[in-house]
């Protein structure tokens, strides 16, 4: 098995996650700041994490900060915003060389670790004290762009109005990015609030892995993260409350579109955390999440009703998106198959192959995340989500005491919820 050790202390309400390994020639930082999902913060959010880029007290600007990072031999630091359940998560990465492959090389990580705490807690302010109203401006446009880009992926557009319908009055139902009103409403002053009151409230992560010392790590984190909070968040969790749809929910959109879209949503009742979870992966899996799932073979190779067909979870949430790409005169006669999938396996109509094969698809999968520093933090981060954690290293012995009946029980509770088909004005030829 890997290298899948985990250190985890505490600093100042700053979790600290060493894992540590020689595999790589890089060290990576991963800062995730979790927060509820809501409205009235999502917009302000996004545009955050990529303001902070955007100038320290010691680099003022966007140009003298790139730079001192390019001085790094390779440096790379990013931000992304993403949901998890009905959480918000903002994160900010470093990948900086290590030392040790480089020759006559100053304090490189050190160095890197430095700026990359600079650009979270000290970032460049103007003679008002916020936030440089400039670079805003820059990432408030760069957002709306972003969110008007939507509409043109038709997957995207059609996955997004199934969790609008699906969701509707749950917080889930938050565009990661907010909404263009909320973006063009945030104001420079707004901002600077809300990046105050976040670093007082979030439940802020840190992810180090890397060929280092615990010793090294702990006086980084004493040096750059030391006294940069005061306050202690609650540390919650939110966990998905179980539903079922009384009466399931058909929406159909009309556009002038070349190829129908079909998303049908249905509400799981497990998250991570939960006992059936490793089952419910399994099923989920050779339902429609590989290659030789029912959902593949059935609807796209054999009937040559979609053009792509397959399924996914929010395992955080509980919900399992079937999605298919299909002309629109088929529609009724696709959604029919796509049920008799789903039947098939509450009624165990699938082989010991089928399973086994399943099971050994997964297992690559994992292999092939945990082959990079940022895929074993992204499955480790889940276990900041319940208080049932599972150490990644026990996945694959989890997997294993997955049975049958096991995926025909889990099926059994799979309740259609919401079907959305967006449907092209005229039939293909």
């Known amino acids: 098995m890997m290298e899948l050790t985990e250190h985890t202390f505490m600093k100042d309400n700053l979790k600290v996650h060493f894992m540590p390994t020689t595999t790589y020639k890089t060290n990576t930082f991963i800062l995730q700041a979790k927060a509820p999902l809501n409205r009235s ?130 917080a889930f139902s938050t565009h990661v990015y907010g909404t263009l009103q909320d973006v063009e409403d945030i104001t420079p002053a707004d901002l600077t609030e809300y990046y105050e009151s976040f670093l007082e409230t979030d439940q802020l992560d840190l992810y180090v892995s890397g060929d280092l010392t615990l010793q090294d ?57 939960d006992q059936d979870y490793f089952a419910l992966l399994l099923m989920n899996g050779l339902f429609g999440g590989f290659s030789h799932s029912k959902l593949f073979v059935n609807v796209r190779e054999k009937e040559s009703l979609a053009y792509y067909a397959a399924s996914r979870l929010e395992t955080l949430k509980g919900l399992m998106i079937v999605m298919a790409g299909i002309q629109s005169d088929q529609m009724v006669k696709t959604k029919k198959i796509i049920f008799e999938q789903l039947e098939a396996m509450r009624a165990g109509d699938f082989s010991d192959n089928d399973l086994d094969q399943t099971r050994a698809v997964l297992k690559n999968q994992w292999l092939e995340t945990l082959d990079s520093q ?5 499955l480790a981060y889940n276990n900041e989500f319940t208080i049932n954690p599972v150490p990644v290293d026990q996945w694959f012995d989890e997997l294993e005491k997955v049975t049958r009946e096991d995926l025909q029980r889990v099926a059994q509770g799979v309740m259609l919820d919401t079907v959305f088909f967006l449907k092209g004005k005229v039939d293909e030829a």
């Open 41 to 170: 913060t999502a917009s302000k959010r996004a545009v955050l994490t990529e303001t902070l880029q955007g100038g320290t007290v010691t680099y003022p600007n966007r140009m003298s900060f790139r730079g001192a990072l390019e001085s790094l031999y390779g440096t790379v630091i990013g931000t992304d915003v993403y949901k998890k359940g009905e959480h918000h998560i903002m994160s900010f990465r470093l990948d900086v060389p290590n030392g040790k492959f480089l020759k006559g090389s100053p304090p490189l990580t050190e160095q890197a670790v430095a700026m990359f705490s600079e650009m979270i807690f000290a970032p460049a302010r103007n003679e008002d004290d916020q936030l440089n109203p400039e670079v805003i401006q820059e990432e408030k446009r760069a957002l709306k762009q972003k969110i008007t880009s939507i509409s043109d992926d038709k997957m995207r557009y059609a996955n997004k109005r199934l969790i609008d319908t699906m969701c509707e009055n749950e």
């Open 217 to 273: 790590v702990e006086a980084w984190i004493e040096l750059f993260f030391g006294g940069v909070r005061t306050n202690h968040p609650d540390k919650t969790f939110i966990k998905e409350e179980k539903k079922s749809a009384v009466h399931a929910k058909e929406v159909t959109e009309v556009q002038d579109v070349q190829q129908g879209k079909l998303h049908i949503g249905y509400r799981t009742g497990v998250v991570y955390g």
């Open 374 to 378: 940022r895929g074993r933090i992204e």
